[in-house]
Nanobody, 121 residues
Framework: QVQLVESGGGLVQPGGALRLSCTASGRIFNINVMNWYRQAPGKERELVASITSGGFTSYLESVKGRFTISREYGKNTVYLQMNSLKRDDTALYLC???????????????WGKGTLVTVSS
């Protein structure tokens, strides 16, 4: 089995910063892309940022210039540095990764349980 565990959420004032972490563990052969999603109350889940094994990154338009995704490949860990946080960034942040558990098999999508980010004064 594969587990994704997030950490780093919390309460922060507008303009503040947080760094989220997510580590994948278990039976892992390869992870190409790792993603951060978020879901705010009453809203649909949205893709915030992605990073591939080659280091290619992409971002939700509203977080460009404020959030940075990075990755430690040997540890199957992905980070999300969030700066200049706004109230609209308040959400449950979830880590996601399609994981290949052995050669020859296609990737299976795994999710963490999420870490809550609350931006409020």
């Amino acid at each position: 089995q594969v587990q994704l565990v997030e950490s780093g959420g919390g309460l922060v004032q507008p303009g503040g910063a947080l760094r989220l972490s997510c580590t994948a563990s278990g039976r892992i052969f390869n992870i190409n892309v790792m993603n951060w999603y978020r879901q705010a109350p009453g809203k649909e889940r949205e893709l915030v940022a992605s990073i591939t094994s080659g280091g290619f990154t992409s971002y939700l338009e509203s977080v460009k210039g404020r959030f940075t995704i990075s990755r430690e490949y040997g540890k199957n860990t992905v980070y999300l540095q969030m700066n200049s946080l706004k109230r609209d960034d308040t959400a449950l942040y979830l880590c996601n990764a399609p994981v290949q558990v052995e050669p020859g098999l296609g990737p299976v999508n795994y999710w963490g349980k999420g870490t809550l980010v609350t931006v409020s004064s």
